[in-house]
C-alpha cells in the first residue's frame, strides 16, 4: 500500500505490495512553519499505523537531520519527531533518509527544478560557493529498497549518491545539456554537513562515479 499521491509516491507504484505500507505523504516543504500542516501529517501517520495489518511500514524522511545549522527548525523537528514516534510505536520499519531528490516534475523548488527553471527564463540567481548538495535520482529509490532492503528491519537508513556537489558542479552540467549559459553572480556563502552513509547505501553506487552520475540525471531529467 502507498500512502501519498506525490513524486516519490509515485515511483514506487512498480513496487508496490500488501507486504509494504510505503508512507510517502506529508510536508515536503523544509521551509514550513504551519503547526498544522506538521500535526496533518502526524495524524496521518499515527492513522495509518494503527490500521497496519502487520505490513513493514516505511517512512521517508530527510538528511537534513543531519545539518546542525537547522536543529531548531520546525520541519526538522517534526522529522524527528515522526522518526520517534514510528521507532516507539511499529513493530516492523523501515525510515529512509533521502536526499535532494531529482526527477521528473515534483516540487518547483527542489534544485534541479530551480536552477533548470531559472536558466530557461533567463533569470539572474546568486549561487553559494560555499553549498554542496547530496543528489539523488527518484528512480533509485525503489531500486535501493528491493535490491538492498528487502531483509532490512528496524533501521534508519541514510540514502543519496554520496558525493557532495559543488553547485557550479550541478550548473555546468545542466548548462551543458541545455546548451544554455545560466545568469548567476557567486556569493561567498554556503555550508553543508557531513553524513554517515551506510554499507547498504554506498555499495548500491560502487562504479558509479561522480560526474558519471551527475550526467545521468542531467541527461534523464533536463
Not at 512498480?14 to 510536508?27: C, Q, R, T
Not at 535501493?144 to 555546468?172: G, M, Q, R
Amino acid at each position: 500500500m502507498i500512502v501519498g499521491s506525490g513524486l516519490i509516491a509515485n515511483s514506487l507504484k512498480n513496487i508496490d505490495s500488501e507486504d509494504h505500507l510505503f508512507f510517502a505523504s506529508g510536508v515536503s516543504n523544509s521551509l514550513e512553519t504551519k503547526d498544522s500542516e506538521f500535526e496533518r501529517e502526524f495524524t496521518l501517520l499515527k492513522n495509518n499505523l494503527e490500521n497496519n495489518n502487520g505490513s513493514k511500514f516505511i517512512y521517508f524522511s530527510t538528511l537534513s537531520v543531519n545539518d546542525l545549522s537547522k536543529q531548531e527548525s520546525p520541519y526538522v523537528l517534526h522529522k524527528l519527531r515522526l522518526e520517534d514516534y514510528i521507532k516507539n510505536n511499529c513493530e516492523k520499519y523501515l525510515i529512509l533518509r533521502i536526499g535532494n531528490i531529482v526527477g521528473k516534475g515534483g516540487n518547483p523548488n527542489t534544485l534541479f527544478n530551480f536552477l533548470k527553471n531559472q536558466i530557461m527564463q533567463d533569470k539572474k540567481f546568486v549561487v553559494h560557493t560555499k553549498a554542496r548538495r547530496l543528489l539523488l535520482d527518484i528512480d533509485d529509490i525503489s531500486k535501493f529498497l528491493t535490491s538492498s532492503c528487502a531483509a532490512v528491519k528496524n533501521e534508519t537508513i541514510n540514502f543519496a549518491y554520496p558525493y557532495y556537489y559543488d553547485l557550479n558542479e550541478i550548473i555546468n552540467a545542466i548548462e551543458a545539456k541545455m546548451e544554455k549559459k545560466a545568469q548567476y553572480e557567486k556569493s561567498d556563502e554556503g555550508d553543508f554537513y557531513k553524513v554517515a552513509f551506510e554499507e547498504t547505501a554506498n555499495e548500491f553506487f560502487t562504479g558509479i562515479q561522480p560526474n558519471e552520475y551527475l550526467k545521468i540525471l542531467t541527461d534523464k531529467y533536463i
